[in-house]
């Protein structure tokens, strides 16, 4: 891929966290004069235009096209992210062909891509984001059926915010031409989306729970067993999942504010399609990577954040230890043909979340040259902290044994126009369609785990999701 911008930023000031409406009206005229101007431009490829704009949190922007295909990473403290609507898109999946597809798709994007950036708008780069299914064979099941087997989008806007500067990104593929007021008419309503305050409606009460229950819970961990005696695989990852019904409609962006920011090392995620929405505050990190520098993690071991000397309990623990040791073994296998050199950090450290602690191995690669990010999502996916080892048992075991796991513990993420990119594992999540949310949470089973004891920790993984939905337990 190529990106070459046609217009550098100038200036590296941008919209203060609060503008008065003067200010916000004065950012609005230079917006529309720099769209206009743009539209002018003679384009080869690709375009994006950059303006200025006000710096609210991301689900302002989500509500002004309530209907219209949508994105967001917010990470903790760091720049967020979100997108409506789609300059183009391709449906893709996690199998060899469909990253095939996913490549050539982003290099028709984003070869003789141009980008101009207004004077004082962030110094952003335009991505095409990415979310695939768990398992790629799989036909899409209910609740996941809108968002299909996974998707490869070029955002028609995108709204960044660093919390005191903020951008608005509006993109047009290759083939598009430009629709000047349309342009205008879209920009004038995401700035009057900016700038109104979100409503007030009170939450729907929670009238109706089902789900996984706990026999069946114990009879899936008893499988698992009789695998791991018969040295079938040394981990499998399963998961249960919980349907709430709500007395009226759910509204997904409220929910996703209610989440709050993220906890450090965390990101909050969205992605709108139809009337499906899946959303979620993930702790995983699948990689990142900035030119040929790739920085992952081993993130697998837990215990409860309010257990007594939890950190010293889980440092201790011989299950959660051998469990984490696989989960980094694996990693840097996958890792190593693709890489010149990988390196995991010795002893692991502890990632404390408001319900759990984990055990969390940082691991630091270069990347041979050439290799791209779908590279890397096809390498690392799954990892023993979703699957299992070895993995190809283990996920096999998922498929015959699970419901359809949807996007759930899959990747998700983007790559932008230089090749750099970020993905994260679908995580700490629900989907939120009509009046239902159905909400995922999984466990490792080894051969010292306790079935009651992992269920006690799905429920600690579920209680983020559901105290976003007004309600207390998992």
Request: net charge negative.
């Amino acid at each position: 891929m190529k990106h070459t911008p046609a217009t550098a930023p100038i200036g590296a000031g941008g919209a203060a966290a609060t503008v008065g409406r003067e200010a916000t009206a004065e950012l609005r005229r230079k917006a529309r004069d720099f769209v206009e101007r743009s539209a002018e431009a003679d384009r080869e490829g690709g375009l994006a235009l950059t303006v200025a704009a006000v710096a609210v949190p991301v689900e302002h922007f989500l509500r002004a096209l309530p209907d219209a295909p949508a994105f967001s990473f917010a990470p903790a403290g760091g720049l967020a992210m979100a997108t409506l609507g789609e300059a183009a898109s391709l449906e893709v999946s996690a199998s060899p062909e469909g990253m095939a597809a996913a490549r050539r798709e982003l290099s028709r994007y984003f070869d003789r891509f141009s980008h101009r950036v207004a004077p004082g708008a962030l110094e952003v780069t335009p991505r095409a984001l990415v979310g695939l299914a768990f398992e790629p064979e799989a036909a899409p099941a209910a609740p996941f059926e809108e968002l299909g087997r996974g998707r490869l989008v070029l955002p028609r806007w995108t709204y960044w915010s660093d919390g005191a500067r903020a951008a608005l990104t509006l993109a047009l593929s290759p083939e598009e031409a430009f629709d000047r007021a349309r342009a205008l008419a879209e920009l004038d309503a995401l700035f009057d989306a900016l700038d109104a305050p979100p409503p007030g409606a009170p939450f729907p009460p929670v009238v109706e729970e089902a789900g996984t229950e706990p026999a069946e819970w114990n009879a899936l961990v008893e499988l698992v067993h009789a695998a791991l005696r018969r040295g079938e695989a040394s981990k499998i990852v399963v998961s249960r999942r919980k349907a709430v019904r709500a007395a009226g409609p759910l509204d997904p962006t409220a929910v996703f504010s209610r989440i709050g920011e993220a906890p450090e090392g965390a990101t909050r995620f969205f992605v709108r399609r139809g009337a499906t929405t899946f959303l979620g505050c993930t702790p995983e990190h699948l990689f990142e990577k900035r030119g040929r520098t790739l920085e992952t993690e081993a993130l697998a071991g837990s215990i409860g954040a309010g257990e007594a000397d939890g950190e010293a309990k889980l440092k201790a623990s011989e299950k959660d230890l051998g469990e984490h040791a696989r989960v980094v073994e694996h990693i840097v296998a996958r890792l190593e043909p693709l890489c010149t050199e990988v390196k995991a950090s010795e002893t692991p450290r502890i990632r404390r979340l408001p319900t759990v602690l984990h055990l969390r191995t940082p691991i630091a690669a270069t990347l041979a040259e050439g290799v791209d990010a779908l590279t890397v999502v096809e390498a690392l996916h799954p990892t023993p902290a979703v699957g299992g080892t070895p993995a190809d048992f283990a996920r096999r075991f998922i498929a015959q044994h699970e419901p359809s796991r949807g996007w759930y513990a899959a990747p998700i993420g983007f790559v932008d126009a230089r090749g750099d990119a970020e993905f994260f594992v679908a995580l700490r999540c629900l989907v939120a369609r009509g009046d239902e949310a159905h909400l995922f949470a999984g466990a490792g089973i080894v051969a010292a785990s306790e079935a009651a004891l992992e269920w006690e920790e799905t429920k600690l993984k579920m209680r983020p999701m559901m105290r976003a939905l007004g309600v207390g337990e998992g």
